[in-house]
């Protein structure tokens, strides 16, 4: 650009050999700071992936021999599966519950006048700036000795759900209430106008318009609750144990290439969910 | 906008809707989320704050009382004292450094050209679709002796003897702004987005250098999102206690993580609960700060 300028603009040219020589070092500067951010970000993911291959049983560079066996040994494994399996039950519940609260939540504020509209929102979005240590050890204090027909509700997984949409539900409230803003009022008003009723408008005319954000709103709250190991560490028993509370209790015993495989197990269930909503969002364009 | 919705609420045509329906209905809406807030969120923090009144007396969970004794403990105990000046300490000097670092990604993402956009935004997604407890695993096998730090160096003929950076605060830090960077990163981005790029090059015709147009324009223009940033990853990094405690020197505890520790090892469950009131109250304050911030962001412009 500053090339290719004309040069009949006075300042410009005067200034021409400090700008450029500022132009140079502000170019090295974003460079420089270009191949320190990526890899700041990479080198975990980068050691984590790398290390799942390793033969060897401690953790130590450089790597001698590659080999498959600690994804063996994982999945051998009954302990580590069913704290993975336990994980994706309960960010699926998670999900499902903080979906269907948030986004009637989200509904509610866009389309209605109530009173302490501020207050509501304040107590909706609260807990998710609320530190998990807090949340998680709140909810252990206070249903810790609560049983239902007998039936100890401490340690199970339906606990573990409602405490992880904690953070989850807000998100998809907020998410959503931005979402629902851009929904045209006077398609909704249409459907009143042609003697719709306010549930089947929102089911087949909102809900539709709105579905990427849906679906993207659910996809985190899927995501946090995978990932959470702190409210988790203080609401699951032995067996309903999510594999990021297991890694935890491991980490501080001994380390070894077998918390690497957990590791890519758990980003490879994100990034798989992630690439199955693209798939869908992309096939969703070629529809319309 | 909400205009419109409160019309369409009131003048609806539909015969079925009463009054009362439309006054129940957006309750009837947030019934399941405010439900979830209340009973677990709501509950739970009265509960702790009862708890914490309570004695811990031998090896019971808790013996109801009514003392001061566990909040008096905070301010007598070198341990605890030590805790929450730890905590202020080091939330404060990774969000410093979490904000520098957000700050200068977020205005490289926006002067490159939009086709590094996307890229830049899948890098910058990374560290919050991972899980912390493998953030911290990744850089529990880069800072060791035996790690990826150390060979690269050793094998690059940078150094001569293996070093570690493991449980130093350096690696706490690295780990700690590695959690909170997305969040800054993504309210600075969205900042940045509201600027006219015309700023940049009006102030470079006038003559001034990058450095200058910089200091006197975009500064500025992004002071309250600074701010908020800056804030929202002090939230983060007071509530992030796993990852200091694993990264970092053994003496390093954090307000979270004594509590943790009260809870799960010493099963002190008053004590636990005064921990937690105390830092929610210090997160309550410094979002009380924050409103205070934007709201005053608002009224100025317009």
């Known amino acids: 650009m500053a090339d290719t300028a004309p040069p009949m603009e006075p300042p410009k040219l005067a200034h021409t050999p400090r700008a450029r020589l500022d132009a140079t070092l502000l170019r090295i500067l ?46 051998a494994s009954p302990q580590w599966v069913d704290a993975l399996k336990s994980s994706v039950i309960i960010a699926l519940g998670t999900t499902v519950i903080s979906t269907v609260s948030g986004v009637l939540a989200a509904w509610a504020f866009e389309r209605f006048t109530f009173p302490l509209k501020s207050v509501v929102y304040l107590v909706i979005m609260l807990p998710l700036f609320m530190p998990g240590v807090v949340l998680g050890l709140g909810v252990a204090m206070a249903f810790g000795n609560v049983s239902i027909f007998g039936y100890d509700i401490y340690g199970t997984r339906g606990l573990v759900m409602l405490a992880h949409s904690l953070w989850a539900m807000p998100l998809v409230f907020m998410l959503m209430e931005a979402t629902f803003r851009t929904v045209d009022h006077r398609i909704v008003e249409a459907s009143y106008d042609l003697g ?17 954000g849906i679906i993207s709103s659910a996809l985190f709250a899927f995501v946090i609750s995978l990932n ?9 028993t032995r067996d309903t144990q999510t594999l990021p509370v297991l890694m935890w209790l491991s980490l501080r015993s001994a380390g070894t290439p077998r918390l690497a495989v957990a590791s890519v197990v758990l980003a490879g269930a994100v990034f798989v969910s992630l690439a199955l909503i693209m798939v869908w969002y992309v096939r969703q364009l070629k529809k319309t | 906008m909400s205009g419109a919705s409160e019309t369409a609420a009131l003048d609806s045509p539909a015969p079925r809707r009463t009054f009362w329906s439309a006054a129940l209905m957006p309750w009837l809406l947030m019934s399941p989320a405010l439900l979830i807030a209340i009973a677990f969120f709501g509950l739970p ?21 009514f003392t001061w004794d566990n909040y008096a403990a905070m301010l007598t105990d070198p341990t605890f004292r030590n805790a929450i000046w ?5 939330a404060l000097i990774s969000s ?48 060791p002796k035996n790690g990826l730090l150390s060979y690269a160096l050793v094998s690059s003929g940078l150094i001569t ?22 969040f800054c990163f993504f309210i600075l981005l969205s900042i940045f987005d509201g600027i006219d790029k015309k700023v940049l090059e009006a102030s470079a015709d006038l003559g001034a250098a990058p450095l200058r147009t910089f200091h006197e324009v975009l500064l500025p223009l992004t002071k ?36 943790q520790e009260q809870m799960l090892g010493k099963h002190n469950w008053p004590r636990a609960a005064a921990f937690s009131i105390v830092l929610t109250v210090g997160v309550a304050i410094v979002m009380m700060i924050i409103r205070m911030l934007s709201s005053k962001r608002t009224a100025l412009n317009g």
């Open chain 2, 45 to 65: 923090i009265l509960f702790m704050g009862r708890m914490s009144f309570n004695a811990h007396i031998d090896q019971r969970f808790y013996v109801p009382d």
């Open chain 2, 96 to 143: 410093i450094a979490t904000v520098i670092i957000g700050y200068a990604f977020a205005m490289l993402v926006w002067l490159k050209p939009k086709r590094w956009r996307l890229a830049f935004v899948a890098l910058a997604l990374c560290p919050l679709l991972i899980s912390e407890i493998s953030i911290i695993f990744g850089w529990w096998m880069f800072f």
């Open chain 1, 196 to 212: 719709g009723r306010p549930v089947q408008t929102f089911f087949e005319i909102v809900l539709p318009s709105v579905s990427t």
């Open chain 2, 86 to 90: 730890t905590t202020a300490r080091l």
């Open chain 2, 224 to 259: 309250g999102g600074i701010a908020a940033a800056f804030a929202q990853s002090f939230i983060w990094a007071v509530g992030t206690y796993a990852t200091p405690s694993a990264l970092g020197p053994d003496t390093l505890w954090t307000i979270g993580y004594l509590i």
């Open chain 1, 30 to 75: 974003g460079l420089a700071f270009t191949v320190f951010i990526i890899a700041y970000i990479a080198i975990p993911v980068v050691v984590t992936l790398v290390m799942s291959f390793n033969e060897a049983s401690v953790i130590r560079f450089p790597i001698k021999a590659w080999s498959f066996a600690w994804y063996q040994d994982f999945f």
């Open chain 1, 228 to 236: 959470e190991f702190v409210m988790a560490l203080f609401l699951t």
């Open chain 2, 161 to 182: 003897d293996k070093i570690s950076l493991m449980y130093t605060e350096f690696a706490a830090f690295v780990g700690l702004t590695y959690v909170t960077l997305p």
